[in-house]
């Protein structure tokens, strides 16, 4: 079936394309009559209208990017979960890239959403991100950003993020509450602001308590999607200090699991030997043995918030109006479960 | 900073819109000097090329749509993640929408797509679609059409699937070889094609053994994406059948996790007293304690060979070329754990 155009619909009634285009859109020019047969006529040949040369001719596409780290990955389908749904409602479709935390491959894609015209773009930036010219480019443009979680402070544009450091200082403070002293850390890549970030709140924590901060208990975990990781690094760590440890923190919950699961097969019991608490609280940390205390992070609302804030800002360039960039924190909070 | 069009391009130069056009894709009727001019100048703008024009023009927008039920889901993470990787090699964008199981919303956005005119689709159908003629039109439409994992066996399109009979009718056979005899099954709901499959290859598996099925020992899981109904059926099947039944095997692996985490709690022993068998080898599955024995479904793949045959027929599409669809299916493994 040939596509059914404007100019079908016209030339099958008789009319003009822009009659045609009118009596679709309801305009009071045209007459009651004439939009009842196109009308009747569009729907009988299923008309759909070409939302490219629509968007082309309104100067807005309606559809948004998104750049992810990775794509398996529960906290990120969280954000996207909330972020299809603000779309949805709205009636925006949102074009989906993954940069797989590199730097090159995030930088093109956004070439290639500013390419398309797309009305807004939201990104979590990949942690060996280090240049944001990308970004400033996208300012550049006039294009409204948000970033979301994993966000350059230099930039200046709409963020939402949580506050990384006060929810590890939390979940320190927690465990130093409970009696453990010898807290061993698993940070994640030195360079991304959460994993900083989380690594202060840590070591606030202990000086406020008047524990001693010990550099050889903090782990540096590169690869930090990958919770093989997390259990070599258990190895290490009972290696280093044998019983001289009493709990661990981790920078997200896949190496906290892999260490359970180190502590696990060596006999090692949780919470009696050692504690363990992570960050995230990914939907397996409520199912594994023991279960895994951890600080939930609301991915979804953090996605459903940023596309709010886009969806303004894409409404306010359009109305002319200024923008104020908003940095909005969302809640955190303790999930307290069987680990610690 | 104004958007460099063409136009913007064209003024500073002197030369018509036509020929900036032509000289920037190297046209062979414009001389070298005039195409270092304008590429020159295009580069020190930054001109990118408003691909939604060009994709007007081309009558290609190199955009697809990609429909899944649910995004938060490890499966689907996976396919969609094999989907963007064949995509960003062609530098196609990737706009992708999730059906929240619901059918109307199914259907609401393949008529989204097909206004803006993508030049292909992908969709995993939603459990409760039963009407499949917003699929008839995206191929009345002339738009390539691959199903993908959730699919209508009446829709003349290529699909890529499982042999899910086989893999449930290996996973069961497995257990009886290991002496199982009374096996129940949490099945999922009774429209989808996967369910009703693998609920067959579970029946076939007890005939071929000589094992009297037992229509007791199968518990529908309407809300199967849920593992608190995994936990639920779990406490039903020992109320009803106490020691006469001696494994499980589910539709998939949150319901064999729901179902672990409450024998787990009431001490029913993991696989002493009953042997557990999954379905889709969510990475939790590894993780959890007794780690769970599960089908690998290669979802990465599956979404990498969905992407590549409808690149395929995009392609012949625009060669004019005849399209043969395809029926592909994806090698499945046993994963064999500890819960078996």
Redesign the interface.
């Known amino acids: ?1 040939p ?1 059914v155009t404007l100019k079908v619909l016209a030339n099958k009634l008789g009319l003009s394309t822009s009659t045609v285009s009118k009596a679709l859109k309801d305009y009071s020019d045209i007459n009651e009559e004439t939009k009842l047969k196109v009308q009747e006529l569009a729907k009988s040949l ?1 008309y ?6 629509q ?2 001719r309104n100067q807005e ?1 309606k ?1 948004v990017g998104v750049i992810i780290p990775s ?4 906290f990120f ?2 954000i ?2 909330g972020i ?1 749904k603000e779309a ?1 409602e709205r ?1 925006y ?6 940069s797989n935390e590199d730097y090159d ?1 995030e930088k093109k894609q956004v ?2 959403l ?4 797309v009305d807004g773009i939201i990104i979590s930036l990949a942690n060996k991100t280090r240049d944001f010219s990308h970004l400033a ?1 996208i300012i ?3 294009i409204p950003l948000i970033l979301v979680d994993k966000i350059a402070k230099t930039i200046n544009c709409s963020k939402v993020l949580i506050d990384d450091r006060k929810a590890s200082y939390d979940a320190v403070n927690y465990l130093i509450q409970k009696g453990y002293k010898r807290i061993a850390h698993f940070r994640g890549d030195l360079n991304p602001q959460n994993s900083i970030d989380r690594f202060l709140g840590y070591k606030k924590a202990l000086l406020d308590n008047n524990i001693e901060f010990d550099p050889s208990l903090v782990y540096v975990c590169d690869n930090n999607s990958d ?1 093989s990781d997390g259990y070599e690094n258990a190895e290490k760590l009972i290696a280093d200090h044998g019983n001289n440890v009493d709990a661990l923190f981790t920078v997200n919950d896949l190496l906290a ?1 892999g260490a ?2 180190y502590f ?1 097969e060596n006999n090692i019991k949780i919470p009696e030997r050692i504690a363990v608490f992570g960050f995230s609280n990914w ?2 940390s409520s ?3 023991p279960s895994l205390s951890s600080i939930e992070q609301n991915g ?1 609302k953090m996605g459903e918030k940023s596309a709010q804030i886009l969806f303004q800002e894409i409404e306010s360039k359009h109305k002319q109006k200024p923008i104020e960039f908003q940095k909005v924190i969302i809640d955190t909070e303790l999930i307290i479960r069987k680990s610690c």
């Open positions: 079936m596509k299923n759909t209208p070409n939302a490219f040369a968007g082309l596409s559809i794509m398996v990955h529960y389908s969280n996207i979960d299809l949805e009636n479709m949102v074009v989906l890239m993954q491959l070439d290639v500013l390419s398309k015209g480019k550049d443009y006039n919770f699991i359970i699961n696990n939907f397996m199912v594994i043995s979804t």
